[in-house]
């Protein structure tokens, strides 16, 4: 089908239609900035042809839009490649757009993800278990410890950590509440916690104590309702309790933490 019965069928389309995607967001600014060297040109050039053969709707119907006739768009398209080098020896009308909403959006992210991968790889350096990262960042065990075998090999110890005695317990928790009170995020809270302990305990060990906590917490509301009683489930300094993760398996090969300072 040549480009010009293309368009043609695509005569009733708008950039704006539902379902179409417009290359600039409603509302952009787009500044158009000139190619100045014809190698520039001439990939633009190809580049514009090879999206005719692709057939999107949306793009066929924007340079429609644009003041494009299908006759210029074919006329493009049938060009040799002596024609296309002679076209875009000179200025031809192609130029880059600049979107720079668009851009900013993409650099953010850009930052966004880097810093995630950089907490990922923080917190599997100091130990935490692969449940809790495939939780905070959707990768399975074997990613995590194909991971860990990369850039923090033996840092696991072999079987469930210890849970710290009661002492080192209640401190734990209620470091856990100070942070959760200003850090709404929980990859930024695991991570503050282990600098917090600076680098002491694994992630793994706090994680664990932690969930004796909760789980501690929860026994008792469940035995005041058992007797009719208000549950009086409070963290250490006497706040709601924390919003901890449920986590199946609480290790039992150590000192328990009651949660009381």
């Given at each position: ?34 190619l100045r ?17 692709e ?60 810093a995630?991968?950089?907490?990922y790889?923080?917190?599997v ?75 002491t ?61």
């Amino acid at each position: 089908m040549s480009t010009e019965a293309s368009i043609a069928t695509l005569a009733q389309v708008s950039a704006g239609a539902p379902g179409s995607t417009p290359w600039a967001a409603a509302g952009s600014t787009i500044t158009i900035l000139p190619l100045r060297d014809a190698a520039s040109r001439m990939f633009v050039l190809a580049r514009l042809i090879a999206s005719f053969d692709e057939g999107d709707p949306t793009v066929l119907a924007q340079l429609l839009d644009g003041g494009c006739t299908p006759e210029l768009l074919d006329r493009l398209r049938g060009m040799t490649m002596t024609d296309a080098l002679r076209f875009t020896a000179d200025h031809c009308g192609l130029a880059l757009g600049l979107d720079s909403a668009a851009l900013q959006r993409g650099l953010r992210n850009l930052e966004r993800r880097r810093a995630d991968r950089e907490t990922y790889e923080y917190l599997v350096r100091a130990g935490a278990s692969p449940v809790l990262l495939g939780r905070l960042f959707t990768v399975t065990a074997t990613e995590v410890r194909r991971l860990r075998k990369i850039i923090a090999p033996g840092v696991m110890p072999v079987g469930r950590p210890r849970i710290p005695d009661e002492d080192t317990c209640a401190a734990i928790v209620r470091q856990w509440e100070r942070i959760c009170a200003e850090e709404p995020g929980e990859r930024q809270r695991y991570l503050r916690l282990h600098k917090a302990f600076q680098g002491t305990h694994l992630v793994a060990t706090l994680e664990s104590a932690l969930r004796d906590h909760h789980q501690r917490v929860a026994a008792v509301a469940r035995s005041a309702a058992a007797h009719g009683l208000r549950a009086s489930a409070e963290s250490p300094s006497g706040a709601s309790p924390l919003p901890l993760p449920h986590v199946a398996g609480s290790p039992r090969n150590g000192a328990g933490c009651t949660g009381t300072a």
